[in-house]
T-cell receptor
Framework: SQQGEEDPQALSIQEGENATMNCSYK?????LQWYRQNSGRGLVHLIL?????REKHSGRLRVTLDTSKKSSSLLITASRAADTASYFC????????????FGKGTKLTVNP | EPEVTQTPSHQVTQMGQEVILRCVPI?????FYWYRQILGQKVEFLVS????????KSEIFDDQFSVERPDGSNFTLKIRSTKLEDSAMYFC?????????????FGPGTRLLVL
């Protein structure tokens, strides 16, 4: 399959701490996107990083991409209770496919 | 900020019935998608649609499924004869750019329960 796994599967931290989630994939990609999903709700787009980019920031989010290792990480700094959600990475595949392939996600719990 | 909308938010149906899930993509977007997420599982791609035709579909998207853009704003997913295993959250997404470019923006989903 195209997608690997996110790790950890679950992460519990205290408010104010940083949270790091990792994602691995198997094929060459054009982009990698991170999404957030509150329990039972829709997918909210967080950030897109292109295959020729190594790092991208958006507010308290920092995403890195290492295409040689086929991996990405999402760092949320100074976490808040409202950041509690599941976080997914999704990749598209070079070669003409438009579909996104999602990992299983990391369930983040930020304790107040 | 423009967003993808979906109706209904929840649908309960009997096995064998037809359901139509509706989506209104973001207005200037040209690429449309359906995904589904069975409870506790990964989000899975179903189909992509561009220029009034299917551009790609997964193995899940069999003859029981069809998509349509009946007018300039709506994008629908029809399941002809629902099965128990069709119970899932169905997400519509749209993108301004297709291949190699686009952020796909997702709607809030329709939770389908087949009894």
């Amino acid at each position: 399959s195209q997608q690997g796994e996110e790790d950890p599967q679950a992460l519990s931290i205290q408010e104010g701490e940083n949270a790091t989630m990792n994602c691995s994939y198997k094929t060459s990609i054009n982009n990698l996107q991170w999404y957030r999903q509150n329990s039972g709700r829709g997918l909210v787009h967080l950030i897109l990083i292109r295959s020729n980019e190594r790092e991208k920031h958006s507010g308290r989010l920092r995403v890195t991409l290492d295409t040689s290792k086929k991996s990405s990480s999402l760092l949320i700094t100074a976490s808040r209770a409202a950041d509690t959600a599941s976080y997914f990475c999704a990749t598209d595949a070079k070669g003409g496919s438009e579909k996104l392939v999602f990992g299983k996600g990391t369930k983040l719990t930020v304790n107040p | 900020e423009p967003e993808v909308t979906q109706t209904p938010s929840h649908q309960v149906t009997q096995m064998g019935q037809e359901v139509i899930l509706r989506c209104v993509p973001i207005s200037n977007h040209l690429y449309f998608y359906w995904y589904r997420q069975i409870l506790g599982q990964k989000v899975e791609f179903l189909v992509s649609f561009y220029n009034n035709e299917i551009s790609e579909k997964s193995e899940i998207f069999d003859d029981q499924f069809s998509v349509e853009r009946p007018d300039g704003s709506n994008f629908t997913l029809k399941i002809r004869s629902t099965k128990l295993e069709d119970s899932a959250m169905y997400f519509c997404a749209s993108s301004e750019i297709g291949l190699a470019g686009g952020t796909q923006y997702f709607g809030p989903g329709t939770r389908l329960l087949v009894l």
